[in-house]
């Protein structure tokens, strides 16, 4: 369909009848996660509800010399090795000394937080300041051009970063540069394009293209960062829908992993709606593929074979982003495997741009928010991930080799192979009853399979890899109030999981202690009086504690950390601080670690009324539980990262969706951050002290 000058911009249709995730307007439902909460829950099962290391081993790698990274606590751009080990291995004790003259450490700066705030901006406190790295359009290999809104091309989006920017990396290179990997989750067509000035056929494949990764060289810049330019830019690279990837692991090759392009099962082209994700001890990207599941459309019946599987993915080729009439592999009808294809971990290797990216099939495929990867005592690589969806499951794999150190090229090949080979494991948890005041108890991981073996009846190793969720299923791990990002803490060794919400706690889903929130306190702007939701609105953060501190232990104890929400709300908790002293926090999504083991949370869809943000917690000592908020982003956006670098000088968010507000569109946005444009443009930022 052709659109003439002056006619309004279609798009695709929003739904708007059904139950929203928090807050989030209906475009933000209906473009990142295709109306999932409208959808049954996929997971029917009636379950149960509910680095140091890193441092060196990326400082080792040859063309890094000088820089360090640690769990989500970079040290950039310091100039010898020397000062590295100790930068990465000694957790700051104060906001001074950190070898910058300056209280310039996040960590322990006294700061005083921002209050809840409707604001077109993205706000931080007196004396610290807040820069844009990279806009959607801003270059990013050679050659690509000017970004004009009015002349956008799949060429042009394949060389610029792409729309609504997700997880943040940033990996160290020699000097005072970097790496900055981020993914590109989704598109927004009624944010991205003018009215009339695109066909559908050319608009959908500029959207295609605008998904991905996108890996950018930056420099340091008066204590700031931006990007660099030219020949020391070599290793930029767009990921998008045409970048081939390979598929690895037991389930490779598998017959229902092969599509008419593909005869071998083993490449495939893209990654699609990537969230989250991580930075391996070995210096590479982790990125999980989430809602793939809302790409795929269909022009006829769907593979009878698979209706058990679709239905658990919520596959059901009714799909309002007509990518099956632009390209025949997103038609399930003429393609029932493609699907199979995605909902996997990604690896990404940011130092070579040349290399091909793996979907690690060891890792499981189910909605993964992302993975973060830590080393076992022994060694062994053991990665924490998430399935977003109400009543889904917390998931570990522990490799089965060890992480092999040095900087060689031998060494590095083995690490990215870790991945490949190991056993996949659920979480089972159980409550020890409310008498004691405290949502807590003991868990376990239960396993799936290996590389070799499967745990579940009448599945097979490929069974349990491709179509874990219902694996999972069958071994009553606890339906959880939709995992997010799950991390572990470099400093004290414990996991922090954020579950964001779950509106329908208390209905189809019955509570358990942990998952036990069935009514929450909400507001509808910050300056509105609570008022009383049914379910689970403001979300937790679930604290996990390995046995023995030993994360291949299959045994833990668990605790819900923050029962988030605002502090004069009854339900809420914060770790048994003063809820006096907090900030209010609503649908924790992102966390991360500073080098002091402090927690940093993003949110999604603050029930609060006020923007979404990002807040520092201490995890231990008196102030345990003391949620200030840092920083919130502009009018409909969701802040995602967070990452801190540089001995904790820096805090990195992307911005992701600003001005996604019912109503608005291109031509008539709700939000014009970051202010350089008459519309918004999805942006990394880097916040720092000013
Ligand atoms: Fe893309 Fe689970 O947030
Ligand atoms: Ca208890
Ligand atoms: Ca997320």
């Known amino acids: 369909m052709s659109l003439g000058p002056g006619t309004p911009l279609p798009l695709v249709p929003v739904d708007r009848s059904g139950v929203r995730h928090g807050s989030r307007s209906y475009l933000t439902c209906a473009f990142r996660c295709g109306n999932a909460c409208d959808h049954p829950e996929p997971n029917r099962s ?16 040859s063309v890094l010399r000088g820089a360090a990274v640690g769990g989500g606590a970079l040290v950039l751009g310091v100039g010898g090795s020397g000062s590295l080990a100790a930068a990465a291995t000694s957790p700051s004790r104060n906001g001074r000394g950190h070898g910058h003259g300056r209280g310039d450490s996040l960590a322990n700066a006294d700061f005083e937080p921002v209050a809840p705030n409707t604001r077109d901006d993205v706000v931080v406190p007196r004396g610290y300041e807040s820069d844009v790295v990279m806009r959607w359009g801003d270059p990013v290999v050679a050659g690509a051009p000017r970004f004009d809104p009015y002349r956008q091309s799949v060429a042009a989006a394949e060389k610029q970063f792409g729309f609504n920017c997700d997880y943040v ?91 008419s392009a593909d005869r071998t099962g083993r490449r495939v082209l893209g990654t699609f709606n990537n969230c989250a994700g991580g930075t391996t001890p070995w210096g590479t990207v982790l990125s999980g593929e989430e809602n793939f599941n ?240 049914s379910g689970n609105r403001n979300g937790y953060v679930l604290e996990l504690a390995p046995r023995r501190g030993d994360h291949t232990d299959d045994r833990f104890t668990w605790e819900l950390f923050l029962v988030c929400g605002d502090p004069e709300a009854p339900e809420t908790h914060f770790g048994g601080v003063d809820k006096d002293r907090v900030s209010p926090i609503s649908c924790p999504d992102n966390v991360a670690f500073d080098s002091t083991g402090n927690l940093w949370v993003s949110t999604d869809g603050n029930a609060l009324g006020g923007n979404d943000g990002v807040f520092r917690v201490p995890v231990d000592g008196p102030d345990r539980g003391r949620v200030e908020c840092f920083l919130t982003v502009p009018k409909g956006a969701e802040a995602c990262g967070p990452l801190i670098t540089d001995r904790d000088r820096n805090l990195w968010v992307a911005v992701q969706h600003p001005g996604e507000v019912d109503g608005s569109s291109f031509d008539s946005p709700a939000s014009t951050w970051p202010h350089t444009d008459d519309f918004p443009r999805p942006s990394v930022v880097v916040n720092h002290r000013r």
């Open 294 to 533: 809302q790409y795929f459309g269909s022009s006829g019946d769907l593979d009878a074979r698979y209706a058990d599987e679709y239905a658990r993915y919520g596959i059901s080729g009714g799909t309002a982003r007509g990518w099956q009439d632009v390209d025949e592999r997103f038609d399930l009808t003429a393609e029932p495997h493609e699907p199979h294809r995605f909902g996997w971990v990604v690896e990404v290797d940011p130092y070579d741009p040349s290399s091909t990216p793996v979907k690690h099939t060891m890792l499981g495929r189910f909605k993964h928010e992302g993975a973060n990867v830590t080393l076992s005592r022994d060694g062994r690589a053991v990665a924490y991930m998430g399935d977003d969806e109400r009543g889904d499951y917390l998931y570990r794999f522990v490799s089965q080799e060890r992480f092999a150190g040095g900087r060689g090229r031998k060494a590095r090949r083995h690490n990215q192979q870790l991945l490949s080979k190991g056993t996949l494991y659920v979480a089972r948890l159980t409550g020890d009853g409310t008498d004691d005041d405290e949502y807590d108890g003991t868990g376990r991981w239960i396993p799936l399979c290996s590389d070799r073996r499967s745990f579940v009846e009448g599945m097979s190793v490929a069974d349990v890899l491709i179509f874990t969720r219902l694996a999972a299923d069958k071994v009553t791990p606890t339906r959880m109030d939709r995992p997010e990002d799950v991390e572990p803490n470099p400093v004290n060794g414990r996991v922090y999981a954020a579950l964001t919400n779950n509106s329908q706690r208390g209905s189809t889903f019955p509570p358990d202690e942990a998952n036990p929130i069935t009514s929450s306190q909400v507001r509808a702007n910050p300056a509105a009086p609570l008022t009383t939701a």
């Open 46 to 61: 009636g379950n149960p509800h509910i680095a140091d290391e890193i441092a060196r081993a990326v400082g080792r790698r």
């Open 169 to 259: 990396g940033v990996l160290p290179l020699p000097g005072r540069s970097a790496v900055l990997v981020v993914n590109h989750e989704y598109t927004s067509p009624t944010a991205m394009f003018p009215a009339g000035v695109y066909e559908d056929a050319e608009r959908i494949a500029i959207e295609m293209a605008n998904h991905g990764m996108s890996v950018v060289t930056l420099e340091e810049h008066r204590g700031s960062w931006r990007a660099e330019r030219g020949r020391r830019a070599w290793r930029n690279r767009r990921i998008h829908d045409r970048t081939e990837f390979r598929l690895d692991g037991p389930a490779a090759g598998d017959p229902r992993l092969r599509t």
